[in-house]
């Protein structure tokens, strides 16, 4: 589970894809953590005095739908991920 999609954020600023290593050995991430890491950064994007700042992460005031759009981002995420698991395990073999 994420503890800290803070700090997964902030490690992510300024980096290159080359800064990550070209493999990773990983348990796959909870979809929920991911898209609420994608909310997260999105959220703290915004102005502080922004209506929607006020917002936190599966607030009952926003439609499910709202937030069930982080929830399909996220499964993309996984899904681009599994695709490149496979293909990296059939140039091993």
Known sequence: M?????S???SARGTEPEDHPPVLTLETPNVEDIARVIWERQHNALH????AHVVNWRDHTRPS???NEFVLDARAV???LHSEHIKYQNKRV
């Open 2 to 6: 994420i503890k800290s999609a803070e």
């Open 8 to 10: 997964i954020y902030s």
């Open 48 to 51: 502080r005095s922004s209506v």
């Open 65 to 67: 739908r709202f937030w």
């Open 78 to 80: 996984l899904s681009l």
